[in-house]
T-cell receptor
Framework: DQQVKQNSPSLSVQEGRISILNCDYTNSMFDYFLWYKKYPAEGPTFLIS?????DKNEDGRFTVFLNKSAKHLSLHIVPSQPGDSAVYFCAASAPGATNKLIFGTGTLLAVQP | DADVTQTPRNRITKTGKRIMLECSQT?????MYWYRQDPGLGLQLIYY???????NKGEISDGYSVSRQAQAKFSLSLESAIPNQTALYFC?????????????FGPGTRLLVL
């Protein structure tokens, strides 16, 4: 059973526009959510996170929104740049198991110049 | 220099062979992890270690073993490799201090079992 789902395997966006990557989860115990970015031939790198006590966290061009009632989070990238082209994974963890990250399957973002 | 390093970066082996993947970190973190990634799937946890004396199984530990030789080193072994262990393997570290944990990943080892 996939507890963290990224239903869009890929997304293509024009440079300068907004990229919106979505993630849904089923486990209501999850209280910490992270986004990782992965380039080919590299390991995932941490991008941004959000605790369940918040509904928004912003870091430069990246903003994560959390809708707990819908069990949905999204990552907004504004403006999108060609260097943002990568696979984006969302991940979640539950209290008492903060080290056990459950990952989604990833979304490949392609930002077209 | 990279904080989390993995060797080898690529490996081809034959069914039945024993192989070891190694991970070293300079971040000073106590917690270390091994994950595998298959095409179209997310990362799945194989084993994790909270310190040198503490080893725990993850979601998919069958067919794998690990060794935590020191705080900075965590090795993954395939005792008798099989083709469905062909995957991308990642090592990661984290620091539990301060509450919520962020994991930091190595560059990965691409393993092909023939």
């Amino acid at each position: 059973d996939q507890q963290v789902k990224q239903n869009s395997p890929s997304l293509s966006v024009q440079e300068g526009r907004i990229s919106i990557l979505n993630c849904d989860y089923t486990n209501s115990m999850f209280d910490y959510f992270l986004w990782y970015k992965k380039y080919p031939a590299e390991g995932p790198t941490f991008l941004i996170s959000i605790s369940s006590i918040k509904d928004k966290n912003e870091d430069g061009r990246f903003t994560v929104f959390l809708n707990k009632s819908a069990k949905h989070l999204s990552l907004h990238i504004v403006p999108s740049q060609p260097g943002d082209s990568a696979v984006y994974f969302c991940a979640a963890s539950a209290p008492g198991a903060t080290n056990k990250l459950i990952f989604g399957t990833g979304t490949l973002l392609a930002v077209q110049p | 220099d990279a904080d989390v390093t993995q060797t080898p970066r690529n490996r081809i082996t034959k069914t039945g062979k024993r192989i070891m993947l190694e991970c070293s970190q300079t971040k000073g973190h106590d917690r270390m992890y091994w994950y595998r990634q298959d095409p179209g799937l997310g990362l799945q946890l194989i084993y994790y270690s909270f310190d040198v004396k503490d080893i725990n199984k993850g979601e998919i530990s069958d067919g794998y073993s690990v060794s935590r030789q020191a705080q900075a080193k965590f090795s993954l072994s395939l005792e008798s490799a099989i083709p469905n262990q062909t995957a991308l393997y990642f090592c990661a570290t984290s620091d539990p201090r301060g509450g919520a944990e962020t994991q930091y990943f190595g560059p990965g080892t691409r393993l092909l079992v023939l």
